[in-house]
């Protein structure tokens, strides 16, 4: 990871970003070996991948709680506007992702062929996903992290980020 440009005690997103990074690089690594052709392959994979994306979920839903609903009130108070800020999670494919793996297990006790179909659709739907999750993380710690600098007072921060880091139960 690149390093921040801030000082890490008041980076709101360090922590949980370096976590969600380190849960891609590790289903990108499971996707790319999977055998589909293999009984039990797809079997492994979906609770793996249920866990990775609830939290990606979770994740979603804390920076909605705790940083962007902040941020917008803080930023209607001194009259700035960001589209940026009211859309972050508007076109999140997290939902279809959940869905789709749960649709995964009524795909385990079928014959094989329809397994390597759904694996072949699964590892297309994560990397189009995935091509849109990094930059999205980028955006958040390239322009919503200067904004709570300029508008947050550094204790604020510190707050912040402890209760963001607290929330994702990662320390
Ligand atoms: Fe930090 Fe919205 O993902």
Redesign the pocket.
């Known amino acids: 990871m690149a390093p921040s440009k801030f000082p890490d005690e008041v980076n709101v997103?360090l922590v949980?970003?370096s976590r969600?990074k380190d849960l891609v690089g590790t289903y990108m690594d499971q996707l790319s070996t999977a055998d589909f052709h293999s009984n039990g392959a797809l079997e492994h994979l979906l609770p793996l991948l249920e866990n990775t994306f609830t939290e990606f979920k979770s994740?979603?839903h804390i920076?909605n709680q705790y940083i962007l609903e902040q941020l917008k009130q803080r930023l209607k108070l001194v009259n700035v506007t960001s589209k940026a800020v009211c859309n972050?999670?508007g076109d999140s494919q997290l939902v279809e992702i959940l869905n789709l793996l749960r649709d995964g297990y009524t795909c385990t006790s079928k014959p094989i062929s329809e397994q390597i179909s759904f694996g072949s659709q699964l590892q297309k739907a994560v990397s189009d996903f995935t091509q849109h999750?990094i930059p999205?993380?980028q955006e958040?710690e390239e322009i919503f992290q200067p904004l709570l600098m300029k508008y947050f007072a550094h204790e604020e921060l510190l707050l912040l980020k402890e209760q963001v880091i607290q929330q994702h139960e990662i320390w």
């Open positions: 997103f949980p970003h969600m994740h979603e920076e972050c999670h999750f999205h993380m958040e």
